[in-house]
Nanobody
Framework: QVQLVESGGGLVQTGGSLRLSCAAS????????LGWFRQAPGKEREFVAA???????????DYSDSVKGRFTISRDNAKNTVYLQMNSLKPEDTAIYYC?????????????????WGQGTQVTVSS
């Protein structure tokens, strides 16, 4: 079992930055792939970024086109934490952000492939 708790959301102006954190419990964290997803009002949950298990893929990363070059995902296995550094934020980045974990180590863009989810943290970008 993996339990995930996100933090770091808030209100920021266009062009600003935020860093989201997701702390995990459980001894299997290091072998899990981790992802960040977001859901805006009236929209479906969408993939943002993911990082593979270091033992599986060396911790390779993947990003949606909409955030590539602005967001950076990273993991610290010693702290059981995954981060999402968000720079150059835009109003369209406003959403609830969720972190997720999947066993097996290979990251995925499919939300249905992640077994564990956090409760979400709100990010609001004002224009």
């Amino acid at each position: 079992q993996v339990q995930l708790v996100e933090s770091g959301g808030g209100l920021v102006q266009t062009g600003g930055s935020l860093r989201l954190s997701c702390a995990a419990s459980g001894r299997t964290f290091s072998s899990c792939a981790l992802g960040w997803f977001r859901q805006a009002p009236g929209k479906e949950r969408e993939f943002v970024a993911a990082v593979g298990a270091i033992s599986w893929s060396g911790g390779d990363t993947d990003y949606s086109d909409s955030v590539k070059g602005r967001f950076t995902i990273s993991r610290d296995n010693a702290k059981n934490t995954v981060y999402l550094q968000m720079n150059s934020l835009k109003p369209e980045d406003t959403a609830i952000y969720y972190c997720a974990a999947r066993r097996g180590g290979r990251h995925s863009r499919g939300a249905h492939e992640y077994e564990y989810w956090g409760q979400g943290t709100q990010v609001t970008v004002s224009s």
